[in-house]
């Protein structure tokens, strides 16, 4: 059975200061990886996702995540955080067989400006 | 920018009772999902929904859930008789596809079901 941790349940940061959190996972086919961003009283959006190829991948709003197949993990970046990036980020793996999306916990993030 | 819709966005209801769970999802997606997450722990997935019959469901979704696509528009999570645990926000989501391209899952707002 698959499974995603994020190490990381709370962050707190400063405007302007640099983001990773980390996800791990536990998949043993091949992996579709996606970050998704809920902000307070909206609904889960996408963040970005990786499919293959390059294993920096960009997404919206300055984030940025990196595959490492050797380490089974998909760390989510940001180099300078913004106040609005105050939200829940929730790792997840793509589970083709079974068409289903498997969650870690989420990491609440803070930003303080 | 085309989103799916859920109602109502809160629901309260007393245990032992039905619940039905609306969900609209962006018109030319095909598979169609719910998931689910009791408060302080991750989303579950319950169940995925093509053409018309489940393709996939979890240990979660027992004989109490079911779905439905009652006409081309809705598509619907029922829980016959609830119970305390059942309390959470439940999801839905829908994709253009499945397999590596085009299943990226668009989320709707949530029904947080209290059952007390």
């Known amino acids: 059975a698959q499974s995603v941790s994020q190490h990381n349940h709370h962050v707190i940061l400063s405007e302007a200061a640099s983001l990773e959190l980390g996800c791990n996972y536990s998949y043993g086919g091949t992996v579709n990886l996606f970050w998704y961003v809920q902000y307070p009283g909206q609904h889960l959006q996408l963040l970005l996702k990786?499919?293959?190829?390059?294993?920096l991948v960009k997404g919206i709003k300055g984030f940025e995540a990196e595959f490492i197949k050797s380490k089974f993990s998909f760390n989510l970046r940001k180099p300078s955080v913004q106040w609005s990036d105050t939200a829940e980020y929730f790792c997840?793996?793509?589970?083709?067989?079974?068409?289903?999306?498997?969650f870690g916990g989420g990491t609440r993030l803070m930003v303080k400006p | 920018e085309p989103e799916v819709t859920q109602t109502p966005s809160h629901q309260v209801t007393q245990m032992g009772q039905e619940v039905i769970l609306r969900c609209v999802p962006i018109?030319?997606?095909?598979?169609f999902y719910w998931y689910r997450q009791i408060l302080g722990q991750k989303v579950e997935f319950l169940v995925s929904f093509y053409n018309n019959e489940i393709s996939e469901k979890s240990e979660i979704f027992d004989d109490q859930f079911s779905v439905e696509r009652p006409d081309g528009s809705n598509f619907t999570l029922k829980i016959r008789s609830t119970k305390l645990e059942d309390s959470a926000m439940y999801f839905c989501?829908?994709?253009?596809?499945?397999?590596?391209?085009?299943?990226?899952?668009?989320f709707g707002p949530g029904t947080r079901l209290t059952v007390l």
């Open positions: 989501a829908s994709s253009k596809a499945t397999g590596s391209f085009n299943n990226e899952q668009f």
């Open positions: 018109s030319n997606h095909l598979y």
């Open positions: 997840a793996v793509y589970n083709n067989a079974g068409n289903m999306l498997t």
């Open positions: 990786y499919f293959s190829g390059d294993p």
